[in-house]
């Protein structure tokens, strides 16, 4: 476009965000930093920046543990089909409620509102999830989960922020909804779609104490759980000092960093995928006409 | 994102994805050669095993027990060794150790018992309130004299009073020995300043003043912190393990007593010389011992069997670091010390299995508390997981990877005098040498903590609810934020609570139904 | 059967007119229902059926007799709940690390997403667009850790730069004066880039006409942000802060209660720490019900008031 040279209005705008990328990331590089370190020379709380002494070997223990990987596995499956299931629910449902005249919708947006406030507890839900038959399955992490207030709320604002005429000229096309849903809505919602995706896979991705609850097994352990009990801290899990807090084999600092890195790579991945949805409009030509 | 870098960029998730699901498979094909061929049958035997003559039925139950990372599965080698060996269809549920308190609530709540849980506070409200509710069997009757059940006579006989509810036996006690915890101290730093290894809570003040105001690092810097404050240690030097009683005869929780507030006062005198950490009440127990760790702080308190690693971890930043156990400090009233209650939670049976079933899994927990078992069930498969050095079991690659407390979780076991004074990471003899060190505590008169067994209803509402305060106003009282008198006026406010003062009888009605009068 | 278009404005709609209407509404979305139908079945199922569970805030629960014959003790549990004589503190607590996360972090990532969209190069916006959101995934637990080594008054970096300095060091953690600024730092750079995310899509769905036309209007950089940025997100921003707003007494529950120490305790209590150790202590469920009907009245009526004043200003709420 313009291109008038950099301005002050420029400059300062590269400053603040890369002051603001610096420090996000700061962190992470201290985390990597203490997994890839040998073991034998980590000393807690000194400031790693670089590796003193590079060594896989943090990565290749976890790597090598069986239930690692199957946590890994259960977390991918139960991400992969819960987000598409998401998806299919929350937007068809979102639409459907933007319809400002369709009977009973004052009715059904007072339940997602009142289930956005309002929520009855663990135990009802166990019970349910038990009566169903879903203990210990995927479904049981999947299907309480189909959608939720919140997403469909967002949902159902980035759909009536879409033009009306674009609707009109369809349904004078002879569309009814379904076909407007599927041919124009959801491909001009990619922005929201990929934004929805990516909300939802990372609540997948980041379930533990759903996980906790229904799963029996521990080849059901979801990635979360399996992270959150290597990095159970002596003095604060809850039962006080029964002797709970000793682990055979506590894993050092920089297996537990590793851990971590590893339970959070695959789902950072996701984002760059996701990403170029929402950084140039989609919206070119499409009333014109 | 560019076509080209997209293409580089989903080229190198393939490659890491694949890389990674490679090692699973390399591992688990490595598992399978160690474990066995899995059978593809599931897991009832119901075929008569050739090693007894009279064919029994196995007997099949389902469990609830603590969840470390990784748990042996129902189809691994070792579980199929197990319920052979034991002639059981043990299935259980396996619930993440943090948080699990809360799914045994839930479970509770639901009414959807396995037949046998682990119960790992045998005091946790809930839990107690499900056992005076009649949820579990009450197997003080079946228990008897212990003639039928030979291997539970041999288990810490402390944990068989101590674990009681109300006088009757509800759980069957996880033991182990008493001695557990000691203040652990740098030996190097003591030498270096000249000090003597100090034994009395007097002596120990004035050694830990000289430290904090020295450079025993050598760093440089005055940045040493002497000692953390640690009631569960340092309180029974002031008389909190002795019950102390009202003009009714009850007794007094012992946070409330003008003892414990002495404890505080040593622990301000600590603070105002410098020898205490300024943020110490934020510490978590892993950042103590990193501070340990780190050469930051002279003193922690911990297992003892944590002395090897603490000194191979003390000796990265400082090679000439050596460390030494203190069981104990003499006290004006008493002595500084942990003397554990010999148990460690328990197995509870759902009222909901016949009695035929309750006996049975008596029966099986009898048998695996045979001290013979003793390694198969906290070690694993002799050979696979673990081999015997010395005449003690050492964890071989696999058994590093796989067994941790996972493993004991659903058993009963004998009691190991020395549970929580070996390393499993070191040799023999050095171990044999910290038992002697710690069997120093069997000199002195070590008392349980008799607030973690006597129970009262009372006590539990209220302090669940005061818990935060109370612990906001030591930690205040120590740091200087508030003074002495002020601390001891609040410890008066409670004490004179009617809410509190409901506690007190319950406190004397549980203490004699526990100790006698 | 079909009335006259006339006879209608005649007289008052009657019941059976009004029905004509509704059916012929019906009619008009028939194809909306099936849309609609898997989700609101989905509501049914896991969200509205499970509601029975909220009547253990008014029954002393007992599971050993079960959920009916458990006593009934009608609105006793929400007066311990008032009369709990912290009650006051954590409901101060709640509050202001509520507000200030509404008046102090709410427009954060919204200012970090225009000044994403406005950086020129399409490279370094990608890589600070990807770098950003990364704080989010890292747990709490871990974070805490990492805020302990770098703010802790004994061993914190951040000290050792100001001892250095020639500073007496900073109790960041254990002042409660201090408290409520580190919750609102440590939230504010864990979730400020994750934020943009919602806006930044908004952003790109804004036509790119309507930027023409603003250059056309002779508006300079500063005038198009103003004019068509803004009030292009506004239905998002407008809807995140009602939803916001509905979540009031939500403070972020792990954080706190790993943050929190006997220091600060004065400060750190809130209602979620609380309603959690009564329920670990002593497994009583009807506490967290109790606690999370307060909230959900609390957030019900800020959520309606919002609303209501949003569409009072013109704009439209989110129902």
Redesign the interface.
């Known amino acids: 476009m313009k291109s008038k040279g950099i301005s002050v209005a420029d400059i300062i705008i590269y400053i603040a965000v890369g002051l603001i990328s610096l420090i996000s990331v700061a962190p992470f590089i201290y985390v990597i930093s203490i997994s890839l370190t040998d073991p034998s020379v980590y000393v807690p709380y000194k400031l790693y920046l670089i590796p003193e002494k590079l060594s896989l070997t943090s990565y290749s223990y976890i790597l090598s543990t069986p239930s690692f990987i199957t946590a890994l596995k259960n977390t991918i499956i139960i991400t992969v089909i819960g987000t598409a299931l998401n998806i299919a629910f929350t937007f068809t449902m979102a639409y459907g409620l933007t319809k400002k005249e369709l009977p009973h919708r004052g009715l059904i947006m007072g339940i997602v509102i009142f289930t956005l406030l309002f929520s009855a507890g663990i135990v009802p839900n166990y019970l349910l999830v038990k009566n169903l038959g879903l203990m210990n399955s995927y479904w049981a992490l999947i299907l309480p989960a189909l959608t939720n207030s919140w997403m469909l709320i967002i949902a159902k604002s980035f759909i009536d922020s879409l033009p009306v005429e674009l609707e009109e000229s369809a349904r004078m096309d002879g569309c009814n909804e379904i076909g407007i849903f599927f041919r124009i809505i959801m491909p001009l919602s990619k922005a929201s779609i990929a934004t929805l995706t990516l909300f939802f896979a990372v609540f997948h991705w980041n379930t533990y104490f759903t996980a906790l609850v229904y799963m029996n097994d521990a080849d059901k352990q979801t990635l979360q759980v399996y992270v959150k009990s290597l990095l159970i801290d002596a003095s604060t899990s809850g039962a006080g000092d029964t002797g709970l807090a000793d682990l055979l084999n506590l894993p050092s600092e920089t297996v537990r960093m590793a851990t971590v890195v590893l339970a959070m790579a695959p789902i950072m991945a996701v984002y760059p995928f996701v990403q170029r949805y929402f950084i140039k409009g989609v919206m070119l030509g499409s009333i014109k006409g | 994102?560019k076509r080209k870098f997209r293409g580089l960029?989903y080229g190198v998730?393939i490659l890491l994805l694949v890389s990674?699901l490679l090692?699973?498979c390399?591992?688990?094909s490595?598992?399978n050669a160690g474990n066995g061929q899995k059978p593809a049958e599931s897991s009832t035997p119901t075929t008569n095993s050739t090693e007894k003559p009279a064919a029994k039925d196995p007997l099949v139950f389902t469990g609830m027990a603590?969840?470390?990372?990784?748990?042996?599965?129902k189809d691994s080698e070792y579980w199929k060794i197990m319920e052979d060996k034991f002639n059981v269809d043990y299935t259980v549920?396996?619930?993440?150790?943090?948080?699990?308190?809360?799914?045994l609530?839930?479970v509770?709540?639901?009414?959807?018992i396995p037949d046998v849980m682990q119960i790992?506070?045998t005091t946790?409200?809930?839990n107690l309130?499900?056992a005076k509710?009649?949820?579990f069997w009450d197997l003080t009757a079946a228990l008897g004299d212990f003639s039928n059940y030979p291997n539970f006579k041999k288990l810490n006989p402390s944990a068989w009073v101590l674990s009681k509810v109300e006088g009757k036996n509800y759980f069957i006690p996880r033991t182990?020995g008493n001695l557990d915890s000691a203040l652990f101290i740098r030996q190097d730093w003591l030498d270096t300043l000249k000090l003597k290894t100090p034994t009395t809570i007097e002596k120990f003040a004035e050694v830990i003043k000289v430290i904090a105001k020295s450079d025993p690092d050598g760093n440089g810097k005055i940045?040493t912190?002497g000692v953390i404050p640690n009631p569960?240690y340092f309180a029974a030097a002031f008389g909190t393990r002795d019950p102390v009683r009202d003009s009714n005869g009850g007794i007094i929780h012992m946070n409330l007593t003008s003892n414990y507030a002495d404890y505080v006062e040593y622990m301000r005198s600590l603070y105002v010389a410098g020898a205490i950490?300024?943020?110490f009440?934020?510490f978590?127990?892993?950042?103590q011992?990193?501070?340990f760790?780190?050469g930051?702080s002279a003193t922690f308190v911990k297992?003892s069997w944590h002395k090897y690693r603490m000194e191979q971890?003390t000796a990265?930043?400082d090679p000439n670091a050596d460390v030494t156990l203190i069981p104990h400090l003499k006290g004006p009233k008493g002595y500084a010390h942990i003397y554990d209650l010999g148990y460690?939670?328990g197995m509870a049976i759902s009222k909901k299995v016949s009695e035929e079933k309750m006996l049975g899994i008596l029966e099986f927990f009898n048998a695996t508390s045979d001290p013979e078992n003793y390694n198969f069930v906290n070690f694993g498969i002799e050979g696979v997981h673990y081999t015997i050095v010395d005449g003690f079991p050492s964890?071989t690659e696999q058994g590093?990877?796989e067994?941790?407390?996972?493993f004991n979780a659903p058993f009963i076991f004998a009691t190991n005098e020395f549970a929580?004074v070996d390393s499993?990471l070191a040799p023999m003899d050095y171990n044999l040498q910290t038992r002697e060190e710690m069997k120093e505590l069997y000199k002195i008169d070590g008392k349980v903590d008799i607030f973690k067994v006597l129970q009262s209803d009372a006590w539990?509402?209220e302090w669940?609810?005061i818990?935060?305060?109370f612990?906001?106003m030591?930690?205040?009282a120590i740091?200087g934020a508030i003074t002495m008198e002020e601390f001891r006026a609040y410890q008066q406010k409670l004490v004179e609570d009617p809410d509190i003062i409901a506690s007190f009888p319950e406190f004397a009605k549980s203490y004699e139904e526990f100790f006698g009068k | 059967m079909q009335f006259p278009a006339a006879y209608n404005e005649l007289s008052k709609p009657t019941l059976w007119e009004k029905w004509k209407k509704q059916k012929r509404l019906y009619h008009k979305y028939r194809y909306v229902y099936p849309l609609i139908l898997p989700g609101f079945i989905f509501f049914l199922i896991f969200k509205i059926a499970p509601m029975w569970g909220l009547i253990f805030a008014f029954k002393d629960y007992n599971p050993y007799v079960g959920l009916l014959k458990s006593e009934w003790v009608g609105f006793q549990n929400f007066i311990d709940f008032f009369s709990n004589q912290f009650f006051y503190i954590m409901f101060r607590n709640t509050l202001v690390i509520s507000l200030m996360d509404l008046l102090l972090y709410f427009p954060a990532p919204i200012i970090l997403a225009l000044l994403l969209s406005e950086v020129r190069s399409e490279k370094f916006k990608r890589l600070s667009q990807s770098i950003v959101y990364m704080p989010h995934f890292l747990s709490w637990v871990v974070i805490s850790g990492i805020t302990f080594f770098m703010l802790s008054s004994d061993i914190g970096l951040v000290n050792k730069v100001i001892v250095e300095g020639g500073g007496e060091p900073v109790s960041f953690l254990s002042d409660p004066k201090l408290f409520w600024w580190v919750i609102l730092g440590q939230n504010t750079w864990k979730e400020v880039g994750w934020g943009t995310i919602l806006f930044l899509a908004a952003i790109s769905q804004i036509d790119p006409v309507q930027y023409e036309a603003a250059t056309i209007d002779g508006a300079n950089r500063f005038q198009k942000l103003l004019n068509v940025t803004i009030p292009s997100i506004l239905p998002t921003i407008i809807v995140l802060f009602i939803l916001r707003i509905g979540n009031i007494m939500d403070v972020g529950f792990e954080q706190v209660l790993l943050m929190g120490n006997p220091f600060v305790r004065d400060v750190a209590e809130v209602f979620d720490t609380y309603a959690y150790r009564q329920g670990i202590n002593q497994g009583n469920f009807s506490i967290a019900i109790t606690v999370g009907i307060f909230k959900g009245v609390g957030g019900l009526i800020m959520v309606m008031l919002s609303n209501h004043i949003v569409k009072k200003l013109g704009h439209s709420g989110i129902y």
């Not at chain 2, 549920?93 to 799914?103: G, R």
């Not at chain 2, 978590?284 to 950042?287: A, E, S």
């Not at chain 2, 067994?403 to 996972?406: D, G, I, Q, W, Y």
């Open positions: 994102m960029y998730c990674v090692a699973a390399s591992s688990n490595n598992n603590n969840l470390y990372a990784n748990a042996p599965a549920n396996w619930s993440p150790a943090d948080n699990y308190q809360e799914k609530d839930l509770l709540a639901s009414g959807d790992t506070n946790a409200p809930s309130r499900a509710a009649g949820a182990r940045d912190i569960g950490a300024d943020e009440a934020l978590t127990g892993t950042q011992e990193e501070m760790m780190t930051r297992n971890e990265k930043t460690f939670g964890l590093k990877k067994v941790n407390n996972s929580k499993p539990t509402k669940s609810k818990k935060d305060e612990e906001s030591e930690a205040k740091s």
